[in-house]
């Protein structure tokens, strides 16, 4: 590899779906994958195939489905995660197992329970049985950044003996600075016998606010791939953000000399994506994609603007896929046209997903003046977000105000045919929505997590986005829907979540609910 070129590894699938609540359906895997290959990402690691049935098939439909970017699994340096990880990689077109095992002194005493020469012995014995499936190995030492510099370069050089083709140094609970962490690859580049002949990684996390500036410390001492997530996501307080290190590379090419091959123009898109299917909203102060990164309220910076944008932005927001938003298509607008948009704005839908998306903007058409290309974006998200239901929306009605008893009265049809009306009274009109669902579904002991509502766009028929997350015998489901009435994303967004967790068999009529079948 030219020394001037860095790897994108990018861990959404992986460690960013541990974040707590980030976790994605197969067919939200399948879109954030495909936006990464289309974002132009070296390496996906798809998942954790050993740790349950659903990792395992998102890894294997991952790497039957999406070619260009090499595939990866991730293992522990154990025979069957080796094995496991192998059955789901075995179709890709350029598979890589990644094995990883803790060296630092307190994983070494308190998880493992493991001397160092056996650290070493299970090492080498992972990387070669991983070697055997395929060329393209990598070796982690798992809290590297904790771990003595010698036994590190050490372990590292016995993993290179062995067959790594990367040797990963990850700060796994973001306790490295800086300057430290540069020390670290410096001491490698030195004492390691075969170090040039690999690539050198790294994956910080963000526990102190300092996963990017690790990972450029990294980058500048010679490190040539970054392990990285779509918005930081991750872990506990996150991981290096994929966009935050590709614009400093970009921004910076004077001082750093290297490049990716990242199309920045998707960076925005894939951001959104990634927010809505895992329900982490990105903060608006965000680096490079949050709603302010190119905002400019203070007098001096606008007069500063006007006069040579230079002064006051480093960056084109063009360049990360934040161009003005414009008017796209109208009512008149055919089904062609909508394809092609909905193609350009990053989306992979089926002919069945297309044609809903085509009936939402047409009905959206007749009740807004003007629609943007963040309406088109949200009818195509509620399809990616949407799957089978058990039940749908009819009809609903709600009478609220000051002085009286929030009510809604409901009508749902379930998959068998038959319709359901109900009524309830609440706190609030939502609450009062929500609960008439509960009563129809029989699903009626549900928490409400949380509750947020947006405006899509701007203007007065704006539409609203309404995003649920639910909690029901332990599980957590959300539900994300829009319209130009919030109440009614409301009701589509919580009954999405409802049929998410109906679904999954948690579904049972309440033999004590008093709704009224309807014909």
């Known amino acids: 590899m030219p020394d001037d070129r860095l790897i994108i590894f990018d861990t959404t699938l992986r460690d960013g779906e541990q974040s707590p609540g980030a976790s994605m359906n197969l067919e939200e895997k399948r879109e954030v994958a495909l936006a990464l290959k289309e974002l132009g990402v070296d390496v996906i690691e798809a998942g954790f195939p050993i740790a349950s049935p659903g990792d395992f098939e998102a890894v294997q439909m991952i790497a039957r489905q999406v070619e260009g970017p090499t595939i990866c699994g991730l293992a522990r340096c154990n025979k069957d995660d080796i ?16 094995v990883f095992l803790a060296t630092s002194a307190i994983h070494r005493e308190f998880k493992l329970h493991m001397a160092k020469e056996e650290i070493i012995r299970r090492a080498v014995e992972g990387v070669k049985r991983a070697k055997g499936y395929c060329a393209d190995v990598e070796f982690s030492p798992e809290d590297a950044a904790r771990t003595e510099l010698d036994f590190l370069a050490e372990v590292v050089e016995r993993a290179v003996e062995a067959g790594a083709t990367t040797v990963n140094i990850p700060d796994t609970v973001g306790y490295a600075v800086p300057s430290q962490y540069a020390a670290a690859i410096q001491h ?17 996390h963000d526990d102190l606010g300092l996963a990017v500036a690790n990972s450029l410390a990294a980058l500048h001492e010679g490190a040539r791939q970054v392990e990285c997530t779509i918005n930081g996501l991750g872990e506990r307080a996150g991981n290096c953000a994929l966009e935050e290190v590709v614009m400093a590379v970009k921004t910076r090419a004077d001082y750093f000399g290297i490049s990716t091959s990242i199309n920045t123009r998707r960076l ?76 350009e704005l990053g989306y992979h839908l089926d002919e069945a997903q297309l044609q809903k998306v ?24 509620t399809q990616i977000h949407g799957g089978p239901a058990l039940w749908t929306l009819e009809s ?16 749902l049809r379930h998959s068998d045919g038959h319709a359901i009306e109900d009524a309830a009274a609440g706190d609030g009109p939502v609450d009062a929505v929500f609960k008439t669902i509960e009563r ?19 203007g007065e028929d704006a539409q609203g986005e309404a995003r649920v997350e639910v909690e029901h015998e332990g599980r957590m489901q959300r539900g994300q829907a829009v319209s130009t009435d919030v109440l009614e994303a409301s009701a589509l967004a919580f009954l999405q979540a409802i049929n998410r967790l ?14 009224v079948e309807a014909s």
Not at 283 to 302: D, L, P
Request: proline share 3%; hydrophobic share 40%.
């Open 83 to 98: 094995d496991r990880a192998w059955a789901a990689l075995g179709d890709a077109q350029k598979p890589r197992i990644h």
């Open 188 to 204: 490698l580049k030195k004492t390691v016998r075969g170090i040039d002949n690999v690539v050198i990684s790294v994956h910080c």
């Open 268 to 343: 925005h898109p894939i951001s959104r994506l990634v927010a809505n299917v895992t329900g982490i909203s990105v903060q608006r102060n965000k680096a490079i994609v949050g709603q302010n990164a190119f905002a400019h309220e203070a007098g001096i910076h606008q007069d500063g603007m006007l006069k040579e944008r230079r002064t006051y932005e480093i960056m084109n927001p063009e360049d990360v896929g934040l161009a003005r938003t414009e008017l796209v298509l109208g009512k008149h607008s055919g089904r062609h046209a909508l394809r092609e948009r909905v193609k």
């Open 358 to 381: 085509f009936d939402g903007f047409k009905s959206l058409a007749d009740r807004k003046k003007v629609i943007y290309d963040a309406d088109i974006q949200a009818l195509a998200e």
């Open 396 to 411: 609903f009605h709600i009478s609220a105000g000051t002085g009286t008893l929030p009510m809604a009265a409901i009508r």
């Open 440 to 458: 129809i579904t029989g699903i009626t002991t549900v928490q409400l997590r949380d509750y947020q509502v947006r405006s899509v766009t701007v």
């Open 502 to 515: 109906a679904m999954r068999g948690h579904a049972r009529m309440n033999p004590q609910t008093e709704a």
